[in-house]
């Protein structure tokens, strides 16, 4: 089983609707979490970063961590064709080294 | 978010030359920097982590003497790939950490293509 695990979609949704994407995690030593945007043919750009459990809003994003059931959420409110992207959650486990779940690409449909 | 300039974007070289691909902090010190490879749609695969002033730590099956990394300076790290081959052909991404238990931020990503 891999550390990270994140569904690889690809995931389309109609513009304006709320997007859900989910990771989950094998590694109770995990305390913080990211999710990062990656457009095609670039670096990932840092959406959110959370320590712990619980929720982070930042904008049209809130990123949800459930620790008790290993599982990471980032939601996208009001979604735009500009949020099409491969979406990647990430953890640490204080060792500095972050692992990285495949990606979901994300398509929002005008 | 901080800023991490990655150098060059794309390279193009003949097969048995040398790349030197070059991440630098802007806007803070990176005491850890990563490189990763990316093939197209697979996610992140890190192949080395360097501390500024240390040897770097590779992962499990990345040749440290054709992955050469130097983390000279604590704003600037770099990554020659050695006797390129065309198998070596894909997108490099750095990223860097200020310090422990702190958000990473990546580079633009450099695509080498090895002909």
């Known amino acids: 089983q891999k550390e990270v695990e994140q569904d690889p979609g690809p995931l389309s949704v109609p513009e304006g609707a709320i997007v859900s994407l989910n990771c989950t995690y094998s590694?109770?030593?995990?305390?913080?979490f990211m999710w990062y945007r990656q457009y095609s043919r670039k670096g990932p750009e840092l959406l959110m970063y959370?320590?712990?459990?619980g929720n982070k809003e930042d904008g049209r994003f809130t990123a949800q961590v459930d620790k008790s059931s290993k599982y990471i959420s980032l939601f996208i409110r009001d979604s735009q064709p500009s949020d099409s992207a491969t979406y990647l959650c990430?953890?640490?486990?204080?060792?500095?080294?972050?692992?990285f779940g495949k990606g979901t690409r994300l398509h929002i449909l005008p | 978010g901080a800023v991490v300039s990655q150098h060059p974007s794309r390279v193009i070289c003949k097969s048995g030359t040398s790349v030197k691909i070059e991440c630098r902090s802007l806007?803070?010190?990176?005491?850890?920097m990563f490189w990763y490879r990316q093939f197209p749609k697979q996610s992140l695969m890190l192949m080395a982590t360097?501390?500024?002033?240390?040897?770097?730590?590779?992962e499990q099956g990345v040749e440290k003497d054709k992955f050469l990394i130097n983390h000279a300076s604590l704003t600037l790290s770099t990554l020659t790939v050695t006797s390129a081959h065309p198998e070596d052909s894909s997108f490099y991404i750095c990223?860097?950490?200020?310090?422990?238990?702190?958000?990473?931020?990546f580079g633009q990503g450099t695509r080498l293509t090895v002909v």
């Open positions: 959370t320590y712990s459990s």
């Open positions: 990430a953890s640490e486990g204080g060792d500095d080294k972050i692992i």
């Open positions: 990223s860097a950490k200020e310090g422990r238990n702190t958000e990473a931020f």
């Open positions: 806007d803070f010190q990176a005491t850890t």
């Open positions: 590694n109770s030593a995990f305390q913080y």
């Open positions: 360097s501390n500024e002033g240390s040897k770097a730590t590779y």
